[in-house]
């Protein structure tokens, strides 16, 4: 009987550091998905490309819809690419970004960037301990 109730002991204890790991895990993510997608979207607006560059997965793609025109794809080269070549002529009222993170499973995650001009649903991977943006689908407002 001593066995069992260690052993039920040690099973509830495990239970317990589990679910707190889980915990404060899940709440660190959180803010650091948007501090990641915050800083991806920023590093476009001021033209910041090692900025970009560290936000974007190994494996980044983009997919842009834009009413009837052919849907465009970017690699994150290309993107590295378009933000050396400079800040968008941009009025500063429509640099603005709303992050909301949709869903965390373990190390992935999904998340939404509205700005006045587009939306954003992004797919970010956890990479050595970062959050990294592994694809973005961005549909363009008329």
Known sequence: MKHFAAAALSLVLFATLTINAQTSRSVDDPSAI?????????????????????????HYMKLMLHGTIPVRQYTGTDMIGMVQSGAP??????????VSVLDISG?????????????DY??????DGAWKILSVVQQIED
């Open 89 to 98: 002529d941009m009025p500063a009222a429509s640099k603005t970004e709303q």
């Open 34 to 58: 948007r501090a990641t997608v915050t800083n991806y979207i920023e590093a476009y607006y001021t033209g910041d490309a090692p900025r970009m560059q560290h936000t974007l997965h190994p």
């Open 107 to 119: 190390n992935i995650a999904s998340a939404k960037l509205v700005t006045p001009g587009w939306v």
């Open 122 to 127: 992004m797919t970010l991977s956890k990479v």
